[in-house]
């Protein structure tokens, strides 16, 4: 399944990509009951309870597959993480209420900020 951009958050805070929907995943694995929890920015934690590959579809038409995307049913929002993205070497630029990706000077999508 291919997930649509608009049901994610960017996230400057959060050091994994996170999706509270398992359909969302196209492969998953399903994690034991003593393994990690995540830690929300409220001190609140909740368990991932599987991880795998989210495929996430851009305004530019073009896929943006997610590797080892916790899965947390708890969450509010299915968070991005930039700095997992900086990492892939995409390049985020923020401007006025857009926000663009790029990878290798090659455009691949772009989202609009909601809600500040």
């Known amino acids: 399944m291919v997930t ?12 994994r990509h ?5 359909s969302a995943f196209t492969s998953y694995t399903t994690l ?3 393994d990690e929890q995540i830690f929300m920015g409220d001190s609140r934690s909740n368990p ?27 969450i509010h929002w299915n ?4 700095s997992l ?15 663009v990706l790029t990878k290798n000077d090659a455009f691949v999508g ?3 900020c909601n809600q500040g």
């Not at 649509?4 to 050091?15: E, I, R, Y």
Request: net charge positive; aromatic share 6%.
């Open 48 to 74: 991932m309870i599987g991880k795998g590959k989210v495929l996430l579809k851009l305004t530019s038409g073009k896929v943006l597959a997610l590797s080892d995307v916790l899965h947390v049913p708890d």
């Open 110 to 112: 772009k989202g609009y």
């Open 4 to 15: 649509n951009m608009k049901d994610w958050v960017v996230n400057f805070g959060a050091t």
């Open 85 to 99: 993205l900086r990492k892939a070497e995409v390049r985020i630029l923020f401007d006025s209420d857009k926000i």
């Open 32 to 34: 034991k009951e003593e």
């Open 79 to 82: 968070l991005v993480s930039i």
């Open 18 to 22: 996170i999706c509270g929907n398992k």
